[in-house]
Every structure is written in C-alpha cells, then in structure tokens.
C-alpha cells in the first residue's frame, strides 16, 4: 500500500500531463480548439467571464502545441514580435520546463530553432539559431502572448499566424499516444496508463532507477497487462494506495492555496514551485542549485502538487503568481465590502504585471459592467497619486468618484480571491524580499 502510494505521487505528473494532451487532440480545451500533433492551437481572444477555465489569465492569449518527435525533428519558426512580451514554454511528458524561447530568454527578434527527439544526432540545417533537446518524444509547446486589450489582438493574431512547426524532412510523423490495455477495470485504469507511458516515455537515468522500486506493483512489466486480471491482494494494495498518494497531493496542494501562511492578509507566493527539474536544462533555462530541489525524492511531491494546480506552469524566473484570499485582519475577501490595494511603488519586474480578480470557489473570471477582468501597469488611464503610489479599488459597485472607478478593479457579490501575477519578476521577488502589500478593508 505504501509502495503504490509512492508509485502514485511519482507517476501523477506524467499521467496528468498525457491526459491534457490527449484531451487537447480530441477536444481542445478553454478557448483552444482542438488541434492534430504537431500544429499550433490558438486562442483568437482574451478570457472572460465565459471562459469557464480555472485561474485564466486576462493578460495573455495562448498558442499551444503537442509535439510528436517520434518521427523526427520539427523546425520552429517564430516571428518577430518587435520587443513585446512573449514566451514559448516547453514541457517534456513528465512536466519537466526544459525549455524557453521569448522575450526573457532569447529575445523577440525573429528565429528558427530545430526541437529535436531524445538520442538525435543529425546534422543541423543552416539558419537555425539553435537546438533544443526534449527529453521525451512528446512535447508540450505552451506558448503566451502578451495583450494589451481587444484592440491589440489583431497584432497578436498576426504573430500566431507565423508561428510554425514544420517537419525537418517535410514529411508529417505523428504517432500518438499508446493506449493503454482496454480490458483494465476502471479502479486501476491510473496504474495501467503510467505503466504503458511510463515505458514508452522514460525518465532520466536518476529516476529510472528510483522507479525500479516499482518493480513489485506490476509497473515495469512489459506485455500484456498485469492488471487486466489482477489478484485480490494487488487490487488491494493499489486502490489503497491510490487514495493515499492521492491524499497527499491533495492535502500539500490544499496548504499551498491557502491565505498565505504568515500575518494575516499575506499573499501565497512560492517561486520554486516548478523547480524539481533537476536534469535538463536547454534553451533559455537557469542551471543553477538555486533553481533545482535539493532533494530528488521530495523534488517528486512538488512536481506531482504542480501538475495538480498548475500543470504547464513557468519556473519563477518567467512569471510569478501570488494570491489571497484574506484581508489585512484575516477576513475572507467579500463583494458585499469595499477594498483597496496600495502600491508604495509599482512591482518589482522586468515586463509587466497584472491584478485578476476571480469568484470562489470556482476560480472563474468575474462578469462585471466595466468588462475589465484584470488591472495592472498596462491598464490605460489609471491615475496615480502624486507620490507615484498606486491605490487600486476592489468592490462590486463601481466607485463614483471618477479617479477610484478608473483604478476599480470589479469583485463579484460574493467570496472573492485576486492574482497578482509578475512578468519577468524581479530579484527582490525571486529572493522573497518583496512583501506584497495586504487588501485593505474600507469603509463606503
């Protein structure tokens, strides 16, 4: 029962992650169509309240790839995107970020780099400024682009246009995800999909030999499946085992969504969230000990609780998210109250930064009559005070003085939980000098 928890906190991430690809082939998902291997899926506007996704940003518009390299190298094509932000993520089938090009990590200017399988060793056509090696033969290309509003979006579908993945041998190859054996009772259906997956996608040499340890489950054993016809007691061990594991993940994912952990108001905020890739490290990636788990066996937790409730997010030195959901007295945030959010000085970082506002418990963007679902230092018109400090107003009704309803950020009637999300964070932001300043409760 132990040894099937452990199996499932160390293979929810690839399972996880294979089910969202599979899904974006079939169905697509959010404001993403549905999309073959190997060609980009973009989103032709910015959330809203319709957008019926958890914690979607306001700030960007997606452009996502699943990559097949099973049949070789694919070209990338990315435009010119005349110094605004963007940043194309790549995330190996165990969500390991292994990868980054964008406006942080290899500038905006226009550029054509080879992704390439695991074991490759052609040549490397002319032109490309680079090569960037996956880990595993399937390949996740997250890409953001930073939008001002409805009226940039032309400009940003431009970009997207020309945005491409081409075969180096201009021949498509796709071969998809092998399925798992159909006869699997649904108790064990997890099991089954991270034994075939997790042979046809392995892992680095470290982790392959943590996972010989699964040996006993049935996990490593080729062929037909061990579970098609499993006996009590392996039935046994491993349902239990599942609720387990899984009740860990849950329980650190529940603690690390919580008001913050310090004085009351405080804002979670944890920029090594996504640092338990400890073995590959290419294109616009920081190898550095700062950016690694010391621990392997615990870097396991967190890669599994990432892929719970952020599955493709950045490492912190990309983007950084903060929320709470508490005042500066430890009170839930509540529509039927008045709020303000000061900033001394704006946020320490080095593209932009923005302020969402969400409903609870769902996390959706919030329907309001402004239509502004987020605020932040590239919202027009915002008035500051002649200090230089910002003062931002979180209610439902709109403020009837004119300079605060320009700096309103709409809540809903009820519960309520803002983002603060940082492009490009600072050092004070990376090495947790920077204190984000509590919501204020107000009174009229």
């Given at each position: 029962m132990d040894l099937a928890a452990e199996a499932?906190?160390?293979?929810?991430?690839?399972?996880?992650?294979?089910?969202?690809?599979?899904?974006?082939?079939?169905?697509?998902?959010?404001a993403l169509a549905a999309a073959p291997l190997n060609r980009f899926a973009h989103s032709e506007q910015l959330a809203d309240h319709r957008t019926e996704f958890v914690s979607v940003n306001n700030d960007t518009v997606y452009s996502i790839a699943q990559l097949d390299l099973s049949g070789g190298p694919l070209r990338l094509h990315a435009p010119d995107s005349g110094g605004a932000y963007y940043v194309l993520q790549f995330v190996d089938a165990w969500t390991n970020n292994f990868a980054y090009v964008g406006r942080r990590a290899t500038g905006t200017a226009e550029g054509e780099w080879l992704i390439v399988p695991p074991g490759w060793a052609g040549g490397v056509p002319d032109g490309v400024r680079g090569?960037?090696?996956?880990?595993?033969?399937v390949v996740t290309v997250a890409g953001r682009y930073a939008c001002d509003g409805p009226g940039d979006l032309p400009r940003v579908r431009a970009l997207q246009e020309r945005l491409t993945l081409t075969p180096l041998d201009g021949r498509p190859h796709r071969t998809g995800l092998p399925a798992p054996e159909p006869g699997v009772p649904e108790e064990l259906r997890f099991f089954e999909e991270l034994r075939v997956w997790m042979a046809d996608f392995p892992p680095s040499a470290a982790d392959q030999a943590y996972?010989?340890?699964?040996?006993?489950?049935?996990?490593l054993e080729e062929g037909p499946s061990p579970y098609a016809a499993a006996g009590p007691a392996l039935v046994d061990a491993l349902t239990k085992g599942?609720?387990?594991?899984?009740?860990?993940?849950?329980g650190v994912s529940r603690a690390g969504t919580g008001g913050g952990g310090g004085r009351p108001g405080s804002w979670n905020m944890d920029p090594h969230a996504f640092d338990y890739n400890l073995d590959h490290f290419g294109v616009g990636t920081i190898d550095s000990p700062q950016w690694r788990t010391a621990d392997r066996e615990a870097s396991y937790l967190a890669r599994a609780v990432a892929a719970r409730i952020g599955l493709w997010g950045n490492h912190g030195y990309e983007a950084v998210y903060a929320q709470t959901f508490q005042d500066s007295e430890g009170?839930?945030?509540?529509?039927?109250?008045s709020y303000v959010l000061r900033f001394p000085e704006p946020p320490p970082v080095e593209s932009f930064w923005s302020v969402t506002m969400y409903s609870t418990p769902d996390y959706y963007l919030v329907d309001n009559p402004a239509d502004r679902y987020s605020i932040g230092d590239r919202t027009p018109g915002l008035v500051h005070a002649d200090d230089g400090s910002l003062t931002l107003y979180l209610s439902?009704?709109?403020p009837a003085d004119p300079a605060r309803a320009a700096n309103w950020l709409p809540a809903p009637a009820g519960d309520f939980r803002p983002m603060l999300r940082?492009?490009?964070?600072g050092a004070a932001v990376l090495d947790g000098s920077y204190a984000i300043p509590a919501v204020e409760r107000v009174e009229g």
């Open positions: 499932y906190v160390y293979g929810y991430p690839l399972v996880c992650d294979l089910s969202k690809v599979a899904t974006s082939l079939r169905d697509g998902f959010g090569v960037i090696d996956a880990p595993t033969s996972q010989d340890r699964f040996q006993p489950l049935g996990l599942l609720e387990r594991g899984r009740a860990r993940v849950e009170r839930q945030l509540n529509g039927a109250h439902h009704d709109r940082l492009y490009t964070p």
